[in-house]
């Protein structure tokens, strides 16, 4: 472990530069052109979307392609090379099918495991071992809902929570949410199989952390370990990175945290034009990270991206969360797209924004026209 005058010794990275090195890593600085990265390869290099609803993935995507069509990951899905299932922090992630095979397992104790602890009152006398396989054999017969699941888990244990025996049975177990749920422009309720079964291959064994922990540095850094352990819900990451820590550059940041990163990343100058970008609600670049001032100007701003427990889509102006985002469908064939900024733009953020804006509904709306306006949202508080 380097010592307090080593890791002061380390170059200093301020908030702009880490702020351009992470932009430049998520595809964020500038868009990814179609010739150097494939929607799958930009998903296994994002490590996964935050799908806790549909369409994140897809404006995700969007924010960070040129060119996307969200036709291109439903044909992933459709064709079983990317799903969504569990895994970071025990939410509901895409997946490439590598990724969801492997990552998952890695992820168990970061997620799942402690999820499962906070029902285990519900789950007196469940043995797991026994809740596991006959989970297996449920969603291996045939892909069902979480209802039957339920139902079917109550037969042999009455007297467990209901609630409780829901929880378990996806931490238990990798479970797959099966098409059509989760396409661009299709229904379909929750209906889940073993990600095994799924994929119709086993996984070869959990993703290696050191390996992990490089994607990760890859897609977020440079990043402490903090950072990384926030991303992932894993702890007691310090002696992985100890042992990376040869094959790593070393820096730190203003208040003093040391931060590691690949030697040969971009860490692009401070002063890098970041033009606008509408992200979905709850993406991971403003999730993965211990200390999220490198893209979340002021901590009020952080309350303002929430409606009771679901997240605002978000807007980066000049790299950083500058407001909130809906698109609605205003009257017939008309969306309307609506944009509430936390602090008052200058003419020329406000023309970018609406050009950025245009862009993403004619990718993403199928829509004859559209509008857009500057104001608040109707559910949020007024500043």
């Given amino acids: 472990m380097a010592t307090k005058a080593a890791r002061t010794a380390h170059p200093v990275l ?8 992470t932009l430049e890593r998520q595809l964020l600085l500038s868009r990814a052109p179609r010739s150097a990265m494939s929607v799958a390869g930009a998903v296994r290099h994002l490590i996964g979307l935050q799908a806790q609803n549909v369409k994140p993935p897809y404006y995700a ?45 890695l992820m168990q104790s970061g997620g799942p495991d402690r999820e499962l602890r906070m029902f285990r009152r519900g ?43 829901s929880v378990a049975a996806r931490c238990v177990l ?19 199989t073993t990600a095994e079964h799924w994929f119709g291959r086993a996984a070869e064994g959990p993703a290696r952390a050191d390996d992990t922990v490089l994607r990760y540095l890859a897609a977020f850094g440079p990043a402490s370990v903090k950072d990384m352990q926030t991303w992932s819900g894993l702890t007691r990451m310090r002696e992985v990175f100890e042992r990376l820590r040869p094959r790593l550059a070393l820096f730190r940041d203003e208040k003093g ?27 991971n670049v403003l999730l993965s990270h211990a200390d999220r001032g490198r893209v979340v100007p002021r901590d009020e701003y952080r ?44 003419a020329a953020e406000r023309s970018a924004v609406a050009d950025e804006g245009e862009r993403m509904l004619t990718a993403m709306s199928s829509a004859g026209s559209y509008d857009i306006r500057f104001g608040r949202l109707p559910d949020t508080p007024p500043r």
């Fill in 14 to 21: 301020g908030t702009r530069a880490l702020n351009r090195a």
């Fill in 61 to 105: 995507l969007a924010a960070r392609l040129d060119g996307f069509d969200p036709a291109e990951l439903s044909a992933l899905m459709a064709s079983r090379e990317a799903a969504r299932l569990v895994t970071m922090r025990s939410t509901i992630h895409t997946h490439t099918a590598e990724d969801a095979l492997t990552l998952r397992a």
């Fill in 123 to 165: 789950l007196t006398g469940v043995d797991p071992d026994r809740l596991r396989e006959l989970t297996r054999e449920l969603v291996e017969e045939r892909p069902r809902t979480m209802k039957e699941i339920r139902e079917a888990l109550l037969v042999p244990w009455p007297d467990a929570d209901p609630r409780a025996l």
């Fill in 174 to 192: 990798p479970l797959v949410q099966i098409t059509p749920r989760g396409l661009w422009g299709s229904g379909g309720q929750v209906v889940l």
């Fill in 257 to 283: 945290t040391e931060l590691f990163d690949l030697p040969d990343a971009p860490r692009p100058d401070q002063d890098t034009p970041a033009p606008p970008r509408f992200l979905p609600e709850f993406d």
């Fill in 303 to 346: 309350a303002l991206t929430w409606r009771g427990n679901q997240s605002h889509p978000t807007l980066l102006v000049d790299g950083f969360l500058a407001g909130v985002w809906r698109l609605t469908e205003e009257t017939a064939g008309t969306a309307l797209l609506t944009v509430q900024p936390f602090a008052e733009l200058t």
